[in-house]
T-cell receptor, first 116, second 111 residues
Framework: EAGVAQSPRYKIIEKRQSVAFWCNPI?????LYWYQQILGQGPKLLIQ????????DSQLPKDRFSAERLKGVDSTLKIQPAKLEDSAVYLC??????????????FGQGTRLTVV | AQSVTQLDSHVSVSEGTPVLLRCNYS??????LFWYVQHPNKGLQLLLK??????LVKGINGFEAEFKKSETSFHLTKPSAHMSDAAEYFC?????????FGKGTKLSVKP
């Protein structure tokens, strides 16, 4: 079974530039998550999709971050414009079941973003 | 609201000695708890999970964790550390369908 695919693996941009990350979840997984992991910290949820609808985006900085999941499969996360504090690893995860007590999420390898 | 606290940011052990990574949880009801491991430049991998079944949970690579309601703890243990166990470990609780991560414990294994 193929895992969660993310691209690119690494990205370096200057502040105020724009960047986009792509995620292809495991086939058939309805739930998709984007997490931000700053160096030395645990991952923090940015947004959760159920199929192509947003379930939770309460921690997404909507003035600069946006995400979409067209057709309920692939997803893109965009930052525009980037700030130095956005330097982090962006993780995508997917799970089969509707969020609940037995949810198991599978993670991609992440995109490491450096803003200079 | 559900949350987890990992009590140690860094644990160092010698190869062949026991491993103990501590995690306390806060929840108003019986939580779902997980341990994930993150090796350098690799994705997060599920080690084990507790979902209100047996309180002693066995995971991959010889790891296990015991859910103790009286102590609100879910500590991760392994009888004998291996060099390949060196990684970052995260205790995770489910809250409203989302995975809430602790700050992580970095495990170092000395030869």
């Amino acid at each position: 079974e193929a895992g969660v695919a993310q691209s690119p693996r690494y990205k370096i941009i200057e502040k105020r530039q724009s960047v986009a990350f792509w995620c292809n979840p495991i086939s058939g997984h309805a739930t998709l998550y984007w997490y931000q992991q700053i160096l030395g910290q645990g991952p923090k949820l940015l947004i959760q999709f159920q199929n192509n609808g947003v379930v939770d985006d309460s921690q997404l900085p909507k003035d600069r971050f946006s995400a979409e999941r067209l057709k309920g499969v692939d997803s893109t996360l965009k930052i525009q414009p980037a700030k130095l504090e956005d330097s982090a690893v962006y993780l995508c995860a997917s799970s089969l079941l509707y969020p609940g007590m037995n949810t198991e999420a599978f993670f991609g390898q992440g995109t490491r973003l450096t803003v200079v | 609201a559900q949350s987890v606290t990992q009590l140690d940011s860094h644990v160092s052990v010698s190869e062949g000695t026991p491993v103990l990574l501590r995690c306390n949880y806060s929840s108003s009801y019986s939580p779902s708890l997980f341990w994930y491991v993150q090796h350098p430049n690799k994705g997060l991998q599920l080690l084990l999970k507790y979902t209100s079944a047996a309180t002693l949970v066995k995971g991959i690579n010889g790891f296990e964790a015991e859910f103790k309601k009286s102590e609100t703890s879910f500590h991760l243990t392994k009888p004998s550390a291996h060099m390949s166990d060196a990684a970052e470990y995260f205790c995770v609780v489910i809250r409203q369908g989302n995975l809430i991560f602790g700050k992580g414990t970095k495990l170092s294994v000395k030869p």
